[in-house]
């Protein structure tokens, strides 16, 4: 089966009348279903963990063991791990998870997991031939895995950020042409190790990382759920904020009282003072010292006197009850 139907052009079976079906044209069929189906996993759905699959570490026996779960590969292949698995951490593997040396001392392997199929079921062949010459041959292909062992020297990688640069917005014709672009780059032939990061683990005894290299398919309920979480998060920045007003970046010397003191604002969606609720709190974050109390000099308006800690930089934050939002200052202390 071609591991990448980006490579060639479909082609599917045209029956007819007469048409004399053998295992050459079966096998096109399968290829054909198969490869569309490979193409709407990598394209459409994406690749990664689909659910499950989770690396868990006895602490007790250093045994590390792959749970249940499914996963589809870079060449839009599912991996379906039926139950929970040991993991061999005594050799590196190749991509056919063969083991291929035994794995240096302080050592961080990364362990990903590669589809494998193998024959299964063997019958008789009643008409040999060139492909199977012998008496007998498997009937059926089974779609198992195994889990590849390499040594990594590589940083874990960075979480998900904006690449798609600035957002043309309002909607409009720019950006449309943004989102355009993104998908004229999105179409690429299959990788060629297609296997799925599922975790690194350092010998003998950890750290284990299952989350940093894992690629996530997100489901339909997984994206509503994150849906609500945003549309929650941006009403509460669409009301009542809390906005810096003055006070940063200011020196004092160490343990004595800023000049200026710290002012923040709290403001509702309209850009109007708040003057109900509690006063904002401002806490120091790094360098020590402390805050006197918080005054209300005008309405909305909020300010408190820092006094520094031991020299060198230092930080506080202004947080409010009322807001999602904090304000961060920051002083040096000679």
């Not at 010998?203 to 994206?223: F, I, M, Q």
Request: charged share 15%; hydrophobic share 35%.
């Amino acid at each position: 089966m071609p591991t990448d139907p980006t490579q060639t052009a479909p082609e599917r079976n045209r029956y007819f009348y007469g048409l004399m079906m053998d295992a050459e044209r079966f096998s096109r069929d399968q290829t054909y279903f198969n490869g569309k189906r490979q193409l709407l996993n990598r394209f459409v759905i994406g690749a990664g963990v689909v659910g499950g699959l989770g690396l868990t570490l006895d602490a007790t026996t250093k045994v590390l063991t792959l749970q249940p779960g499914l996963g589809i590969d870079g060449a839009g292949r599912e991996i379906l791990v039926p139950a929970a698995v040991p993991v061999d951490l005594t050799n590196t593997t190749d991509s056919q998870g063969k083991p291929t040396g035994a794995i240096p001392a302080g050592s961080t392997v990364l362990l990903s997991l590669a589809y494998a199929e193998q024959g299964t079921d063997p019958v008789p062949v009643l008409v040999p031939d060139c492909e199977n010459p012998c008496n007998c041959a498997p009937c059926t292909t089974e779609e198992g895995f195994v889990v590849v062992v390499t040594v990594t020297t590589k940083p874990a990688p960075t979480p998900y950020d904006c690449s798609s640069g600035s957002f043309p917005l309002p909607p409009g014709p720019a950006l449309n042409t943004a989102i355009a672009d993104a998908l004229t780059l999105n179409y690429s032939a299959a990788p060629a190790d297609a296997s799925i990061p599922l975790g690194r683990f350092t010998l003998p005894d950890g750290p284990l990382d299952a989350v940093s290299d894992r690629p996530l398919v997100y489901d339909n309920t997984l994206l509503y759920r994150m849906i609500i979480c945003l549309a929650q998060q941006v009403s509460k920045t669409s009301a009542d904020t809390l906005t810096y007003v003055s006070g940063d970046n200011q020196t004092a010397p160490a343990g004595q009282a800023l000049a200026n003191p710290l002012v923040v604002s709290l403001v509702d969606s309209t850009g109007k003072p708040v003057t109900g609720g509690s006063p904002p709190t401002f806490t120091v974050t790094a360098g020590g010292g402390s805050f006197g109390a918080v005054t209300n000099p005008s309405p909305g308006q909020y300010e408190a006197v820092w006094t520094l800690g031991a020299a060198g930089p230092q930080t506080a934050t202004a947080q409010s009850t009322q807001s999602s939002l904090t304000v961060t200052f920051n002083a040096t202390a000679q």
